[in-house]
């Protein structure tokens, strides 16, 4: 039986505007297991950005439980220990990378090993070895500013890989990026899966589903399928232009 390393259970989230009460999440819930290459897509607005920040520990639902590693990270943690488990445990890449602008290529890589306070001499040793992983290492002493976007976002993965996560969270990781710099990087996701890494991956393009195990289709705020790779019932789905997804048919 596949081990299970997280579950979000009839997850609810709401926000005040003014004196109106707006309900962006509205009793979703997935499970992800070890080895899992997952997959949340939907059209904008659908609540899957607000899903994966509840998932990350970075906005509490307004009900229901997210499970990971076997803890209630909202009952379980508080704020500062919910960031030391996305420190230890999360590597996350995001539309925009974020730099340490002081900081070279490798050094940026490596950061997260020295906020640990592991000898520089071993940082720099497994900070080769993740860029010599997406095929960064002849820029290891740039600036990440002079990088293209696909560049950067190999270096964003690498510097998520270091730590040797128990999952890896990809928001959008492609909006930024030509069609063959997005086919490479999920590429690159395909390949750290392929060697045992859990991926979870939130986008709007069904393009990219053909990487994915399992799939999760969100739409107004609730998972309206989900998955196996192959399935047949993927070529339902209601499909206006390339990007633009709408409700899955239910069969």
């Known amino acids: 039986m596949a081990e299970q390393i997280l579950k979000l259970t009839e997850i609810h989230k709401s926000f005040n505007l003014g004196t109106q009460e707006t309900q962006i999440i509205k009793g979703a ?3 992800v297991n070890k080895g899992d290459f997952l997959i949340l897509f939907g059209p904008s607005g659908c609540g899957k950005s607000t899903m994966l920040n509840i998932l990350l520990g970075l906005e509490p639902p307004t009900k229901g439980e997210v499970i990971f590693l076997g803890k209630n990270i909202y009952d379980a943690f508080d704020e500062d220990g919910r960031a030391q488990m996305r420190k230890q ?23 997260p090993l020295t906020l640990r306070g592991l000898p520089e001499e071993e940082r720099e040793k497994r900070a080769m070895e993740v860029l010599k992983m997406v095929g960064m290492e002849q820029g290891a002493l740039q600036n990440p500013a002079e990088l293209s976007s696909g560049q950067q976002q190999r270096v964003s993965l690498a510097r998520a890989l270091i730590s040797d996560p128990a999952l890896i969270v990809a928001d959008e990781p492609t909006g930024n990026l030509d069609s063959k710099a997005s086919e490479d990087i999920m590429a690159l996701f395909k390949q750290s899966n392929d060697k045992g890494k859990t991926v979870i991956m939130v986008t709007h393009d069904l393009e990219y589903l053909k990487f994915a195990s399992r799939s999760v289709n969100m739409a107004d705020g609730v998972v309206v399928g989900e998955y196996s790779a192959n399935d047949e019932r993927l070529k339902k789905l209601s499909v206006s232009k390339r990007g633009n997804i709408g409700r899955a048919e239910k069969s």
């Open 89 to 111: 445990q999360v590597g996350i890449i995001y539309q925009q990378s974020n730099w340490v602008k002081s900081l070279n290529v490798i050094e940026n890589v490596y950061f």
């Open 29 to 31: 819930g997935f499970s």
